[in-house]
């Protein structure tokens, strides 16, 4: 037995470790601890006193040891080759109550943290494998900046700077709590919560808000607050993975995808502004849009009447735009999947997320309703099969390795469907969130990535680019090009894919001026020949 898996014995039969001056101490029940274990604990004493040695912002050396999720051992291989990205931090940002107390927000802040061990949690490498080590303690980073009658772009230059810090995953904090304070006649209150997606989701992110906002009001009611009932812990999740991917399961699942994805899978080649690097980069830059209610609704109509979901149906336009800009008839592209199957999940905090292939077949010129029905049966497969980790699958597949792009798919569309604001508090007065903030990026995963935004009566959108091969001229061409789509299916939804438009009023006067620009005047007294 090396450190590795003695470690991961300890933390799976409840025994304590601790560094007491040059002593190893430890706390186990009488069964727990066999004297072959006691003998592997004094073999490896000396590598164990110096593991728990290592420096920490924590304030004691109680530690649980568990290895990584296959999705984590992706992100901490990018993490260790270019620590400074910020391409995988997680940004929350919302307006607060104009009442607020603080001491018993960075309380709440505190209490989350304490709540879910993923929060608490640095990453190592032992005997060359790397493992996640979960703090018994560890305080809070909250910090509170005073601002003076701030406009909203210097908000949102506070909001970028906050999240373009990149984590120290060995031994800083994995989520950070920062509060501006913009004073004015009546003071204003922005939080920021930033993670790294080592440890985080977007439905985790949720899960933060809910809770923060629950103990936030139990504390300045002095009650107990009522929270949700939590199961289980992320390592649970990750014993539970091994174990189905090592079965029958685990066999049927990858069968599924090596024959999604067998022959050649070629890239989106769309047209960029910069040539790529020979080296993929993570620089980028996000930009916003919305799309009208009036629009909306007829998105909405549109998608009952063909029997979809809305992310469906939009998912189906962004293939369609991306084909008309390569060319192409195989699109493939990757979505995130919540990964969520079993009920004593769904309250974690960590990284569940896994993303998974969609392969869009746009052969033939169809309809419409034609390339949706391929895209309903596409998507209701892939989340059929949605837990066999794209990591794993890569390793697999192994497709020819470009170091200059991401392997498989550059191209991402998300679905963001927030359900913060289903939250009831049973007193509105003390409502902590008044206002959700879409913050900007300065880093970028893929090459592209749309994230659509949907809650109950809005829908925005976030176009997340690389800086080093789009400009921001491109992309804002993009995203009208898209919102062209939208409306072009809603007035005509029996149109073939190759003749809905994509250009937009502006792009339309411009040609129709530089082609009558071109005209030559003839005298009226010449014929042409």
């Known amino acids: 037995m090396n450190l590795q898996k003695l470690l991961q014995t300890l933390a799976a039969?409840?025994?304590?470790?601790?560094?007491?001056?040059?002593?190893?101490r430890y706390r186990a029940s009488e069964t727990a601890l066999s004297p072959e274990l006691l003998a592997e604990i004094k073999q490896?004493?000396?590598?164990?006193?110096?593991?728990?040695?290592?420096?920490?912002?924590?304030?004691?050396?109680d530690i649980s040891v568990y290895a990584l999720s296959d999705g984590q051992k992706a992100l901490w291989f990018l993490y260790q080759l270019s620590p400074e990205s910020v391409a995988y931090n997680i940004n929350y940002a919302a307006k607060l109550a104009n009442n607020l107390d603080i001491q018993a927000l960075r309380k709440a802040a505190q209490g989350i943290v304490d709540r879910h061990s993923a929060l608490r949690?640095?990453?190592?490498?032992?005997?060359?494998?790397?493992?996640?080590?979960?703090?018994?303690?560890?305080?809070?980073?909250?910090?509170?900046?005073?601002?003076?009658?701030?406009?909203?772009?210097?908000?949102?230059?506070?909001?970028?700077?906050?999240?373009?810090?990149?984590?120290?995953?060995?031994?800083?904090?994995?989520?950070?709590?920062?509060?501006?304070?913009?004073?004015?006649?009546?003071?204003?209150?922005?939080?920021?919560?930033?993670?790294?997606?080592?440890i985080s989701d977007l439905w985790s992110s949720d899960i933060i808000i809910e809770e923060l906002e629950i103990l936030y009001d139990a504390i300045v009611k002095d009650k107990e607050p009522l929270l949700p009932e939590k199961p289980s812990e992320y390592q649970d999740y990750v014993k539970w993975s091994e174990e189905i991917l090592s079965g029958e399961y685990g066999d049927k699942l990858w069968q599924f995808w090596q024959q999604k994805l067998s022959g050649e899978l070629p890239l989106i080649n769309l047209p960029i502004d910069r040539q790529r690097p020979q080296e993929q980069t993570y620089n980028g830059n996000s930009l916003v849009f919305n799309v009208e209610q009036k629009l909306l609704e007829g998105l909405q109509t549109l998608a009952r009447k063909e029997r979809v979901s809305l992310y469906?149906?939009?998912?189906?336009?962004?293939?369609?735009?991306?084909?008309?800009?390569t060319n192409q008839e195989d699109i493939i592209i990757g979505t995130p999947t919540i990964n969520r199957s079993r009920?004593?999940?769904?309250?974690?905090?960590?990284?569940?997320?896994?993303?998974?292939?969609?392969?869009?077949?746009?052969?033939?010129?169809?309809?419409?309703?034609?390339?949706?029905?391929?895209?309903?049966?596409?998507?209701?497969?892939?989340?059929?099969?949605q837990e066999y980790p794209f990591p794993l699958l890569v390793?697999?597949?192994?497709?020819?390795?470009?170091?200059?792009?991401?392997?498989?798919?550059?191209?991402?569309?998300?679905?963001?469907?927030?359900?913060?604001?289903?939250?009831?508090?049973?007193?509105?007065?003390?409502?902590?969130?008044?206002?959700?903030?879409?913050?900007?990026?300065?880093?970028?995963?893929?090459?592209?990535?749309?994230?659509?935004?949907?809650?109950?009566?809005?829908?925005?959108?976030?176009?997340?680019y690389n800086t080093d091969l789009f400009d921001s001229i491109t992309i804002e061409r993009m995203i009208g090009h898209f919102m062209t789509l939208l409306s072009a299916i809603v007035e005509n939804s029996a149109a073939r894919i190759k003749e809905l438009p994509i250009l937009t009023t502006s792009e339309k006067q411009q040609l129709l001026t530089e082609w009558n620009q071109t005209e030559a005047e003839y005298p009226v007294d010449k014929c042409i020949h």
């Not at 039969?13 to 190893?24: R, S, T």
């Not at 969130?433 to 990026?441: D, H, K, L, M, S």
Request: charged share 20%; net charge negative; proline share 4%.
């Open 13 to 24: 039969q409840n025994i304590e470790l601790w560094v007491d001056g040059d002593k190893l």
């Open 312 to 325: 469906m149906l939009l998912l189906t336009v962004f293939q369609i735009l991306l084909s008309k800009y």
């Open 44 to 61: 490896y004493k000396a590598e164990i006193i110096s593991f728990l040695s290592q420096p920490r912002n924590i304030k004691n050396t």
């Open 343 to 385: 009920p004593e999940f769904e309250r974690i905090v960590g990284y569940f997320t896994n993303p998974v292939v969609l392969r869009g077949d746009l052969s033939g010129n169809p309809t419409l309703s034609e390339l949706l029905v391929r895209t309903k049966t596409c998507v209701l497969e892939t989340l059929e099969h």
């Open 121 to 198: 949690t640095n990453f190592t490498i032992i005997d060359g494998e790397p493992l996640q080590k979960v703090n018994e303690n560890q305080p809070v980073e909250f910090t509170v900046d005073d601002a003076f009658a701030w406009s909203q772009g210097e908000i949102n230059n506070w909001l970028l700077e906050k999240s373009a810090v990149p984590f120290d995953l060995e031994n800083g904090s994995v989520i950070r709590f920062h509060l501006l304070i913009n004073n004015k006649a009546r003071n204003e209150y922005i939080l920021t919560i930033v993670q790294h997606h080592i």
């Open 395 to 464: 390793e697999k597949l192994q497709p020819a390795r470009d170091t200059s792009i991401s392997p498989i798919y550059q191209v991402v569309f998300a679905w963001d469907r927030s359900n913060i604001n289903d939250f009831e508090n049973t007193d509105t007065n003390e409502r902590l969130i008044v206002e959700p903030i879409i913050t900007n990026t300065k880093g970028a995963a893929f090459d592209l990535t749309l994230t659509i935004i949907n809650d109950a009566d809005s829908l925005q959108g976030t176009w997340n």
